[in-house]
C-alpha cells in the first residue's frame, strides 16, 4: 500500500481541509489520526523494541489526567514468552467473530499494558481513554500500529506478568499487515465494520451528522 494511499482515501470520501502536513513538513493531526485504525494482523518479520514502547509510554507525563491525579502505570511486553502469555489471554475482532481474527501467523508480539493504581472509575477511564489514543498516535509517527483491546482476561494477565495493579486494557502494537478503509455513512446507517476481498471497511459518520 503506498505511503499516501490513506490520505487520497480520506480526501475522496471525506474532503480536503488543508491539515493532513503540518508547517514543517511532518505528518499534521489528521494524517496521524487517518493512519490511526484497529488493525489485527501485523507483519512477524518486524520486531517492536523495548525503545520503542518507552517512546510510546513518556506521551502520557504531557497528556491530560483527570484533577492530575496521573493513577494509569504502564508496563510494555516485547517479543517473548510474556508476550505469548499475553496473546492467549486477549480476544480481538468481536464484531467478526466468524473470522477468528487474528489470523495465524499476524498475532501481535509486543504489548503495553495499561493499569491503575486505585479501582476503576469514571475519572480513570477518562484517562485512559487519552493515554491510548496518545500513545497510538505516538505508535503512528514511528511508522506503527495497534489495537486497543478491552476483551482480555484481566485476573489471568495481571497474573502472567505479576503486576501489582489491575490491568485496565491491553494496547497491541505492531508493524501492520492489513489494509483498512474508511467508509462515509450518514445516521441510521450500519456502523458495524466488514471485510471483503482482503480489505477491511470502518463505517463512518460523517462531521455533518456527528454535529448538532
Do not use: W
Amino acid at each position: 500500500m503506498a505511503d499516501n494511499y490513506l490520505e487520497k482515501r480520506y480526501e475522496e470520501v471525506f474532503g480536503r481541509d488543508g491539515g493532513h502536513k503540518a508547517a514543517h513538513g511532518r505528518p499534521g493531526l489528521d494524517t496521524l489520526l487517518l493512519h490511526n485504525r484497529s488493525f489485527r494482523g501485523y507483519d512477524k518479520q518486524y520486531v517492536v523494541h523495548r525503545r520503542q514502547l518507552d517512546a510510546m509510554i513518556a506521551v502520557n507525563p504531557k497528556v491530560a489526567s483527570s484533577i492530575n491525579l496521573q493513577r494509569l502505570r504502564f508496563r510494555p511486553v516485547v517479543k517473548g514468552p510474556e508476550a505469548d502469555r499475553v496473546n492467549a489471554h486477549i480476544r480481538m475482532g468481536r464484531g467478526l467473530p466468524e473470522l477468528h481474527l487474528p489470523f495465524p501467523g499476524t498475532e501481535p508480539e509486543a504489548f503495553i499494558i495499561v493499569c491503575s493504581t486505585v479501582p476503576e472509575n469514571p475519572g480513570i477511564d477518562i484517562d485512559l481513554g487519552i493515554s491510548l489514543q496518545s500513545m497510538l498516535l505516538k505508535a503512528v509517527e514511528m511508522g506503527l500500529g495497534g489495537l486497543i483491546i478491552r476483551n482480555f482476561d484481566r485476573e489471568e494477565v495481571r497474573e502472567a506478568l505479576n503486576l501489582p495493579y489491575e490491568p485496565l486494557a491491553v494496547l497491541a502494537i505492531g508493524k501492520p499487515a492489513e489494509k483498512i478503509e474508511l467508509v462515509p455513512v450518514h445516521e441510521g446507517e450500519g456502523l458495524a465494520y466488514y471485510r471483503r476481498d482482503g480489505v477491511h471497511y470502518v463505517p463512518k459518520l460523517t462531521a455533518g451528522d456527528l454535529t448538532i
